[in-house]
């Protein structure tokens, strides 16, 4: 598959009581990969990964949240492509944890994600794995945005999926089976962001929040996937996430 979804990570104020969250949430353990990066493992299965936000963002006031990876074979040819169709980049091309090179690009509409080069980090669980990443979406008030900036850089098509306002994004023309979703939705309804969310499966969707609040999160709205429904959740420190449960997404 060409440039898919592979992993996420969260960088947060409070490293303990964040891990306490998502164990009690997501049953997740954890494994110090090095000084500053923390491992999460879904039934013993590597899923995503958290640290301690930097000081220099933390000065400026950036908030808690969820990032996605996209695996890429080239990162410096991407990082090029990424800012000839208008992107800003971030972080240039640097050493990741755990092996393979990152790059933090915010595309065109100003949603970040990450670029990774390397074969070390997990890839996406399907539905039905619980505590792991299963879904990547692209909440956005304009597709036009950004419907060329990622059909140059990383080839993908978009199309739509048949239901209003929202689109299916495929490695390519032949792939019968979506990589990742695009919801456009009014900046009245999901804020001034623009941003790339990450969804978690769940077994249940009801016992799940009910976790989540008895934790000190909060669950913030619905949010249709298709014929599922998901949930937009926030943890104690604000970052914000999706649960959904059932086959497909």
């Known amino acids: 598959m060409k440039n898919p979804f592979i992993w996420s990570d969260l960088p947060t104020f409070d490293i303990e009581a964040t891990k306490a969250f998502y ?9 110090q990969l090095d000084s500053d990066y923390i491992l999460c493992q879904a039934n013993m299965e590597a899923s995503s990964g958290l640290y301690t936000m930097p000081e220099k963002f933390q000065s400026i006031g950036m908030p808690s949240f969820w ?27 640097q050493a990741a944890p755990g092996g393979g090179l990152i790059a933090l690009i915010r595309d065109p509409s100003g949603a970040g994600f990450t670029c990774y080069e390397g074969d070390d980090l997990g ?18 008030s304009d597709l036009a ?13 978009v199309k739509s999926s048949g239901d209003s306002d929202r689109y299916l994004i495929y490695a390519s ?28 499966s769940v077994d249940s969707l009801s016992t799940a929040s009910k976790s989540i609040e008895k934790n000190g999160g909060k669950i913030v709205a619905e ?27």
């Not at 959740?233 to 059932?246: K, L, R, T």
């Open 23 to 31: 164990n009690q949430c997501f049953s997740w353990q954890y494994q």
């Open 67 to 93: 990032m996605s990876y996209i695996q890429v074979q080239d990162i410096q040819q991407t990082v090029r492509a990424a800012q000839e169709q208008g992107a800003k980049v971030e972080i240039q091309p």
């Open 123 to 140: 890839g996406r669980g399907k539905t039905g794995s619980l505590g792991r990443m299963v879904w990547n979406e692209l909440h956005i």
């Open 145 to 157: 945005k950004v419907e060329s900036f990622y059909s140059n850089v990383f080839g993908w098509v």
């Open 173 to 200: 023309p032949r792939d019968v089976e979506a990589i990742a979703g695009i919801q456009v939705t009014s900046n009245s309804l999901k804020g001034d962001k623009e941003y790339w969310g990450v969804y978690f």
């Open 223 to 249: 949010q249709p996937l298709g014929s599922q429904c998901a949930l937009l959740a926030y943890d104690p420190q604000v970052a914000a996430f999706y649960i959904v449960e059932g086959d497909s997404t």
